[in-house]
């Protein structure tokens, strides 16, 4: 994303982080190029979507790139601002065009992550969930030791097996030890259960919202589309360029 097109950088006026921070974002050909300005047909929409949609097009509503850029330098700001108090991102997606950029973002920017399918409880119920996140990450570290030579050949595998599908289900997570500072998701509809989950615990949201989603769901909407993995792949890539370098102790300096 960076590069010779990269041609629009807002300098923000009040960044809770850092006053002086610039926040890079992609400019509005690298959005339409990425199909981020399609959202989905006009007969499948949400009202309160209305106020992000420049036109329709062939019965398929446009989104108003310059509101899309807008949300997202909103949210960045927010995200650095957390980063810089040092919290924590968890970010969300699990249907196939997000799970590998969720992926890569959340292992870029050293922060926990859910690519696969959502564990109900995850937020509201941490306190098992982390039981077993502590399970797992001894597992894994009696695997690297040799801990596990104590068991049989037939115990040795069974336990190697059950390692093997934890990582997948909660590799993401596995270091999380508490509850994260906000959620990300890529998707409105296709994770709801991990809005649900955040909202319940009081913890901000900043999501993709397509012209099919509830943007009040969450508390930082960026209107654009969450099906292609062009378009999040923009968002997402915007967000990591933005954040990797932000540092704790950053703060008030």
């Known amino acids: 994303m960076r590069g010779q097109n990269e041609k629009l950088i807002f300098m923000t006026e ?23 300005h399609f959202g989905h047909k006009t007969s499948k929409w949400h009202p309160k979507m209305e106020k992000f949609i420049f036109t329709s097009k062939n019965d398929v509503h ?7 850029l807008k949300n997202l330098q909103a949210a960045i700001i927010f995200l650095k601002s957390v980063l810089s108090r040092g919290g924590e991102i968890l970010f969300v997606g699990t249907k196939p065009a997000s ?8 292992e870029a920017l050293n922060q926990p992550y859910v690519s696969e399918r959502w564990l109900g409880g ?35 595998l069974k336990l190697g097996k059950l390692a093997e599908k934890m990582e997948k289900q909660l590799g993401g997570i596995k270091n999380m030890r508490r509850l994260p500072d906000i959620v990300f998701v890529s998707d409105v509809k296709e994770d709801s259960l991990a809005i649900k ?12 919202c397509d012209t099919n ?26 967000l990591v360029l933005n954040l990797k370098n932000v540092k704790p102790e950053s703060i008030n300096k």
Do not use: C, H, W
């Open 213 to 238: 989603a509830d943007p009040s769901l969450v508390d930082y909407p960026i209107p654009a589309n969450d099906d292609a993995s062009s378009s999040i792949k923009a968002i997402i890539d915007s």
């Open 99 to 106: 799970k590998g950029l969720v992926k890569e973002a959340g």
């Open 62 to 68: 446009i989104f108003d790139l310059e509101k899309t």
């Open 197 to 208: 989950e955040a909202k319940r615990m009081r913890i901000p949201v900043v999501a993709i």
């Open 122 to 156: 995850t937020l509201t119920n941490f306190k098992t969930i982390s039981k077993r996140l502590e399970y797992l990450r001894n597992l894994q570290e009696q695997q690297k030791t040799g801990g596990l030579d104590k068991y049989t050949k037939k115990e040795k």
């Open 14 to 36: 009040k960044s809770i982080a850092d006053p002086n921070t610039e926040i890079v974002l992609p400019s509005p050909q690298e959005l339409i190029e990425a199909g981020v």
